[in-house]
């Protein structure tokens, strides 16, 4: 069916995490939990993302290198 199509091109694509103007955005390929630390190791967001876009909005404070856990992934983003 169409749905699992796309599940399997999210499966296969790589996740992309982006920040910019205080908003980190990325598309899940499940329902993951998300964490959101700086680079003093404290928790600045826990949630969960949905399948599919998702974006999530942090303090103008915390500008600098952030680490973004998706499910067992981490990735490194740049705040300004």
Avoid at 47 to 60: D, L
Wanted: proline fraction near 0%; charge should be negative; charged fraction near 20%.
């Amino acid at each position: 069916t169409g749905s699992e199509e796309v599940n399997a091109q999210l499966e296969n694509e790589s996740i992309r995490v982006d920040c910019r103007e205080g908003i980190i955005r990325f598309i899940a390929a499940s329902t993951e939990v998300v964490k959101v630390f700086n680079a003093q190791g404290i928790t600045l967001f826990e949630g969960e993302a949905q399948q599919g876009e998702n974006s999530i909005r942090i303090n103008a404070a915390s500008q600098g290198l952030l680490l973004v856990q998706i499910g067992n992934k981490a990735f490194k983003v740049l705040a300004k």
